[in-house]
């Protein structure tokens, strides 16, 4: 596993701009695609349903308040990482931050890194293929060396 300096390094400018340009999309309805994030997350992954017990039924969906509120948490933490791109160091700061409570959770690099799948997913039924995901997978990697 790469330190988190040397996975920050790997966002290049043109991976920087993929993720602004697809943020613009995902960021725009937090709420939906937030639930929409962790529910392909929950449905392709079920073994991290149990690291979600105190979010109640999830298969609510948007209805469930628990699930609706991290689901926004987590779409804020994007747009947080993604305002913070130009500067490595602030990168680090944020994405560090971000990660305690996720170890603290004892959610590993591993764990963490099943949100490719699903990220994929939500990209592509806004219109944004392979590469985004790809990118977006680059930042993930920046938070797996924070794990």
């Known amino acids: 596993m790469p330190s988190v300096q040397d996975a920050a390094a790997q966002i290049s400018a043109d ?26 997350l929950f449905n392709d992954c079920p073994e991290t349903v149990a690291y979600f017990k105190r979010l109640g039924d999830i298969k609510q969906g948007k209805n469930n308040d628990k699930l609706r509120g991290h689901s926004i948490t987590l779409m804020y933490a994007l747009q947080n990482f993604v305002d913070h791109l130009d500067s490595p160091a602030d990168l680090i700061c944020v994405v560090e931050k971000f990660a305690v409570n996720h170890i603290n959770r004892k959610i590993s690099a591993a764990e963490f890194g099943k949100i490719n799948g699903p990220m994929k997913k939500v990209l592509a039924s806004l219109n944004f293929g392979d590469r985004y995901a790809n990118a977006w997978a680059k930042l993930v990697a920046v938070v797996q060396a924070a794990l």
């Open 15 to 40: 991976v920087k701009k993929d993720l602004r340009d697809s943020w613009a999309a995902l960021g725009s309805d937090k709420t939906n695609n937030g639930v929409a994030l962790m529910s392909t």
